[in-house]
Structure formats: C-alpha cells, structure tokens
C-alpha cells in the first residue's frame, strides 16, 4: 500500500503562490488516481483536484478552476498541487490522497490519505 506526506504549506498573502508537493512511498502513484482535498474546521472535505488513474485526466474543484494546477512526476513519486492567486477562501488544511486504480470527487472513496499540510491566506 502506499504511504503519502505532504509538504509546502504556510502563510501567504492574498494573490501569493504557494505549491504543495505529496510524497508517496510504498507503491508508485502511478497505480493510483491521486487528488488533492481541503478542510476546514466544521466542514466536511472538500474536492480541490485529481489526476485519473490510467489516463491521466485531470479535474478541478471550480473554485479553483484557472488558478491550481495539479501535476504528477511518476519519476519521483510525488504529486504536485500549484497554487497561485489565493484568497483567503483557500485557507485549510490540504490532504493529498490515493485511490487504487479509480479517482473522482468523492473523498470516502479514497483509501490513503497523508497527515495534511496548513494554508493559510491572509488578507
């Protein structure tokens, strides 16, 4: 199975950049769909992006639609999450996270999840 860590998180200001990286160990992500997902305190998880297993077709959260981009380097294992012109709204806790050879939206789906990195986007 695989394991997942991420990194990259932190304070930026509004219309900053940041870019998360996840780690994944165990197995190659390349036999997984990978995404990202955000919380908040009292709120469920939330779809922010994903790369499809396979093919490797990549979908968004329209919130962030044109400002994140996702990438995946099978090379070094790790998938990548870019963040630019952030709101305030963006602020949450990122968790990267493994679906075995399927993807999607739906987080209960996803059966490996790494510990979440902290953005924070102050105004």
């Known amino acids: 199975q695989v394991q997942l860590v991420e990194s990259g998180g932190g304070l930026v200001q509004a219309g900053g950049s940041l870019r998360l990286s996840c780690a994944a160990s165990?197995?190659?992500?390349?036999?997984?769909?990978m995404a990202w997902f955000r919380q908040t305190p009292g709120k469920e998880r939330e779809f922010v992006a994903a790369i499809a297993w396979f093919t490797g077709r990549i979908d968004y959260a329209n919130s962030v639609q044109g400002r994140f981009t996702v990438s995946k380097d099978d090379a070094k294992n790790t998938v990548y999450l870019q963040m630019n012109s952030l709101k305030p709204d963006d602020t949450a806790v990122y968790y990267c996270a493994a679906r075995w050879r399927e993807s999607g939206r739906t987080p209960s789906n996803y059966g490996y999840w790494g510990q979440g990195t902290q953005v924070t986007v102050s105004s």
């Open positions: 165990g197995r190659p992500v390349s036999d997984y769909g």
